[in-house]
C-alpha cells in the first residue's frame, strides 16, 4: 500500500480524492498495490466527508511522516504553497500540482530541487485542466522543435465569447451568466484579464523551448474591452474570437502573447467552445498536433492530478524530470516584435487604409482584415493618427 497526503480539500482536492476512492480497485488492479489517502491539510474541518478522520490541519505532521513519499498540493496561489512544495521536496517526498501560480513563479528552482533529491515534481493539472499535454510535450516531441503554441487555455473566458458570439450577448451579460453557473468567480480578474493564461502559456513555453518567460514580462490583454459588435461581424464571416496564449519563434527566439485573437472559419480552434479547452502546437517535422477538453471544473482537473500520482507510483518516484531556466535578458523576443494578421474596424475611407496596411479583405461595413502581417510595434505606429479604430490580431 502507498500512503500519499493532499495539500488542499477545496473543489480539485476533494475531486481527487473522490476519484482515487470510485478508482480504488482498478488502480489497485493496474499498479499492483492500493492507494490510500492518509492525511488531508486543510484550515477547515469536514465533518460529514468520508475523508473526516484525514483532516489534519498542522503541515508538519505530513513532512515529518516517514510513510509519506508523495503529497498532491491543491492549495491555489503562490504561498504557503510554494513554501509548503519546496519543503516537502527538500524532504525527498514527490509532489504533483495543479498549481500554475507556482509552477509558472517558482518552477525552476523546484523542478532542480526535486532533481537533487531523485523525486519529482509534476504539474500535469497546471494547464488544460484534464487535457494530457505536460507529459506529452515532455516526451512526444523530442525529435523535433516545437515552433508555435496556440492555446485557448481559459474556460471561464472561453465561456463568455461564445456566449456573446452564438447568443448575440454583451461582455457584461455573459459575464454575469458565467457567474452565475459558477464558471467565473466573483472576482474574474485573474481569467478575465488574462492572466490566468498568460501563467499556462510561459509553462507550455518552458516545456517547448527550454526557457521559462517571467509571466509579468509577457504583454497580457483581457476580454473586457471586446466589443459585442466586433464579435456579431466577425461570426457573420465564420470567424471567432477567442483569447489565446502564443508563442512563435522568429530567429529561433520564442515570442509570447495573451491577448484576443480572430480565428478564422478553417482554423481548428474556431470551434472549441463554451468551457471547453484546445492547443494547438506546431513542431517541425511533425507539423500540427491538438490537443481538446474539458479545461477546468472538479473531474477534468482531478484526473490529471490523479494521473501525475498513479503515474509516479508506476514509474517512479524520479521519473519526472523536464528541465527549463528562467528566462534571461535576449533570451526571448520582446512581446512588440510578435506579428500577426490584424482585424481593423474604422471610419476611415477603405483608400486611405489600404494606402497604410496594403491589401484587405472586407469582412463587413468598415471592417477588413489585413493581407499582410505587422509587429505589434509597427502596427501602433500605423494607427497611431487614425482615430477610433477597433482591431484583434488574426491567428
Same mark, same amino acid.
Given at each position: 500500500?502507498?500512503?500519499? !497526503? ?22 489497485? /488492479? ?13 484550515? +477547515?474541518?469536514?465533518?460529514?466527508? &468520508? ?6 490541519? =498542522? ?11 508523495? $503529497? /498532491? ?7 504557503? !504553497? ?8 527538500? #524532504? ?20 532542480? *530541487?526535486? #532533481? ?18 505536460? +507529459? ?12 508555435? $503554441? ?48 498568460? +501563467? ?12 521559462? &518567460? ?5 504583454? %497580457? ?10 464579435? +456579431? *461581424?466577425?461570426?457573420? /464571416? ?29 482554423? &481548428? ?15 517541425? &517535422?511533425?507539423?500540427? %498536433? ?8 472538479? =473531474? ?44 481593423? #474596424? %474604422? ?5 486611405? @487604409?489600404?494606402?497604410?496596411?496594403? =491589401? ?19 502596427? !501602433?505606429? @500605423? ?11 488574426? @491567428?
Amino acid at each position: 500500500m502507498i500512503q500519499i !497526503a493532499l495539500l488542499g480539500f477545496g473543489v480539485v482536492g476533494a475531486g481527487t480524492a473522490a476519484l482515487l476512492r470510485k478508482h480504488e480497485a482498478l488502480i489497485a /488492479a493496474r499498479l499492483g498495490q492500493s492507494v490510500r489517502i492518509k492525511y488531508i491539510l486543510d484550515l +477547515r474541518d469536514f465533518p460529514n466527508s &468520508p475523508f473526516a478522520d484525514r483532516i489534519v490541519h =498542522d503541515f508538519n505532521v505530513i513532512q515529518n511522516d516517514p510513510e509519506i513519499a508523495l $503529497i /498532491a498540493e491543491m492549495m491555489g496561489g503562490e504561498h504557503p !504553497a510554494y513554501d509548503y512544495t519546496k519543503a516537502l521536496l527538500l #524532504r525527498g517526498k514527490s509532489v504533483v500540482t495543479s498549481n500554475k501560480a507556482v509552477v509558472a513563479a517558482f518552477g525552476v528552482e523546484l523542478l532542480e *530541487i526535486a #532533481r537533487q533529491n531523485h523525486v519529482s515534481y509534476a504539474f500535469e493539472a497546471s494547464v488544460g485542466g484534464g487535457i494530457p499535454i505536460i +507529459r506529452p510535450m515532455t516526451t512526444d516531441f523530442l525529435s523535433g522543435q516545437i515552433q508555435t $503554441i496556440a492555446g485557448i487555455l481559459n474556460g471561464t473566458t472561453n465561456y463568455i465569447l461564445t456566449q456573446m458570439k452564438d447568443c448575440g450577448k454583451t461582455y457584461a451579460d455573459a459575464l454575469a451568466e458565467a457567474q452565475s453557473k459558477g464558471y467565473a468567480e466573483k472576482d474574474p480578474t485573474a481569467d478575465v484579464g488574462g492572466f490566468d493564461t498568460c +501563467r499556462k502559456l510561459c509553462i507550455l513555453t518552458a516545456l517547448a523551448t527550454g526557457i521559462l &518567460p517571467q509571466y509579468t514580462e509577457v504583454h %497580457t490583454e483581457g476580454i473586457a474591452a471586446i466589443s459585442a459588435e466586433d464579435v +456579431r *461581424i466577425l461570426a457573420h /464571416a465564420g470567424c471567432a474570437v477567442k483569447l489565446l496564449g502564443v508563442m512563435q519563434t522568429q530567429n529561433g527566439k520564442p515570442c509570447c502573447i495573451t491577448a484576443p485573437f480572430v480565428c478564422s472559419e478553417k482554423h &481548428p480552434l474556431n470551434n472549441v467552445n463554451d468551457v471547453f479547452n484546445g492547443i494547438l502546437i506546431h513542431a517541425d &517535422p511533425l507539423g500540427d %498536433t491538438m490537443f481538446y477538453g474539458r479545461g477546468a471544473g472538479a =473531474d477534468p482537473t482531478a484526473s490529471a492530478v490523479a494521473n501525475d500520482i498513479l503515474s509516479l507510483i508506476r514509474d517512479g518516484m524520479d521519473s519526472f524530470a523536464p528541465t527549463f531556466v528562467s528566462a534571461r535578458p535576449g533570451d526571448l523576443l520582446p512581446s512588440q516584435d510578435f506579428t500577426a494578421r490584424r482585424y481593423i #474596424r %474604422t471610419a476611415m475611407p477603405k483608400e486611405a @487604409l489600404t494606402a497604410r496596411f496594403g =491589401d484587405l479583405h472586407a469582412v463587413g461595413d468598415d471592417a477588413y482584415c489585413t493581407a499582410a502581417a505587422f509587429s505589434d510595434s509597427a502596427f !501602433a505606429a @500605423l494607427i497611431k493618427d487614425v482615430g477610433q479604430i477597433s482591431t484583434l490580431r488574426i @491567428l
